[in-house]
């Protein structure tokens, strides 16, 4: 066991629980294996990730963070209206859009993928958000670390 507060770049053994205003868990590994990560290496978000720096090895806490805090305020520009003619033409013209649906888009260039949620559907276009789901939502962070390795 190390007695050395936690640093960038540690490789990290924990359990952690991220939770949303209703109390319900989004991600818990209290009941599944530890993770391991780097810290440094964006496999956290850079707030969850601050909130491991200086802890130690065995310690157990929870953070409460603010709706801004963990993946930022939504941006109004990341919502877009998308025809329907569009969506039919580049895709499957029997396809049913519901609100909370999440539609994989690939990026102009190819090769890669991002995905926006149905906010609104309407008679002939669909609005999608491309913000992340977590983006405006306060969240509980709940941690303890079981190894650190520098």
Known sequence: MTDRPIASG???TLHYRLSGPDGAALVDTFTQQPATLTLGSGELS????ACLIGLREGAHQAFELPPDASFGTPNPDLRQRV?????????????VYAVGDVITF?????GQHFAGRVAEVG???V????????????L???VQVMGVLS
């Open 123 to 125: 008679e002939d276009w």
């Open 46 to 49: 850079p707030a969850l990730e």
């Open 10 to 12: 540690d490789f990290l």
């Open 106 to 110: 690939p990026t102009p260039a190819g």
């Open 83 to 95: 025809s329907r003619r569009l969506l039919d033409e580049h895709g499957d013209p029997d396809e």
């Open 127 to 138: 609005l999608f958000d491309f913000n992340h789901p977590l983006a405006g939502v306060p």
């Open 140 to 142: 509980r962070f709940e």
